[in-house]
């Protein structure tokens, strides 16, 4: 049995149609089992969330059984009353000190490239955290670590879909963090093949260019037919802007400082689509896979 976490998200979606054909016995730890469309039949579901990692009952029902978790689940926002490096640190100890203790074999993390301790987000510091965890489990484990991950309705794209719309496109900061985006489809295949017989401990996933956030966003409008001029917007009136709004509209807001934040920290492999190619996937091109509809 294999438990999944993030099902629902870009990569996860992706991903468990792969194990399932595989002829995987997948059992999915979900908020909202709907999300999961037509496969919700073919799976196991476990109720629950990161924020309830801390229940021993949930996490041993969830890991009864399982010799494989492949933890995916994450996320970029705080969802009070937990915080960021609760959700992807500390939930990420848990369920790998759960899986120790219940017998699980085999441990696959999705973390960040460039993650460490003195990253300026705290999302990049609280996925260091739970690497250094992993790192140190006696478990077989396997870390991967993509550059920015896309798909064609994740909220990211969308929203620059949207910005679209507008006489120009606002780019908060200077967009010339560098990135070297991987289709959430590639991933998937990755993590299929390194279940399968991946033989390293850590791949970093790249696609195959490297683009600045503003090269992103006008890669995106161009491939929505509305291609428009970039204004960058300062970090300060950013910042202040999106708190603001949180303020009055809570965890609702379209977008956080995090968030924003995030754009502006350089995801990029020395090595490229290198471990990609060792796991036999070939990753494609941003553009192509945006106008591939």
Not at 149 to 163: A, G, I, K, S
Not at 166 to 179: E, H, Y
Request: proline share 6%.
């Amino acid at each position: 049995m294999l438990l999944l976490t993030g099902a629902t998200g870009s990569i996860g979606s992706r991903l468990l149609p792969l194990l399932l054909e595989q002829g995987e016995d997948v059992r999915c730890l979900v908020r909202e089992p709907r999300r999961l469309g037509e496969r919700r039949v073919d799976v196991q579901i476990a109720l629950g969330e990161l924020g309830e990692m801390s229940d021993p009952y949930l996490v041993r029902q969830a890991l009864r059984g399982v010799d494989t978790v492949v933890h995916l689940a994450a996320t970029i926002r705080d969802q009070p009353p937990h915080r960021i490096e609760e959700l992807n640190g500390l939930a990420t100890v848990r369920l790998l000190r759960a899986a120790e203790r219940s017998g699980v074999q085999r441990f696959a993390f999705f973390s960040a490239l460039n993650a460490s301790a003195a990253q300026r987000t705290r999302f990049f510091r609280a996925k260091w955290l739970a690497e250094r965890a992993i790192a140190s489990s006696p478990l077989q484990t396997t870390i991967f670590a993509p550059s920015i991950v896309y798909d064609h309705t994740d909220p990211w794209v969308t929203l620059l879909r949207r910005f679209s719309f507008l006489p120009v496109l606002p780019v908060s900061g200077k967009g010339q963090a560098r990135f070297e985006p991987i289709w959430a489809a590639d991933a998937a295949r990755c993590v299929v093949a390194a279940l399968a017989w991946g033989e390293r401990e850590r791949y970093e996933l790249a696609g195959p260019e490297t683009l600045t956030y503003d090269e992103m966003s006008s890669l995106v409008s161009r491939v929505a037919g509305r291609p428009r001029p970039l204004v960058h917007l300062p970090l300060p009136l950013i910042r202040a802007g999106l708190l603001a709004i949180r303020s009055v509209f809570g965890e609702s807001v379209f977008a956080t400082w995090e968030e924003a934040e995030l754009m502006e920290v350089p995801m990029t492999s020395e090595r490229g689509t290198a471990d990609a190619e060792t796991l036999r996937v070939e990753p494609r091109r941003m553009g192509d896979v945006l106008a591939d509809i």
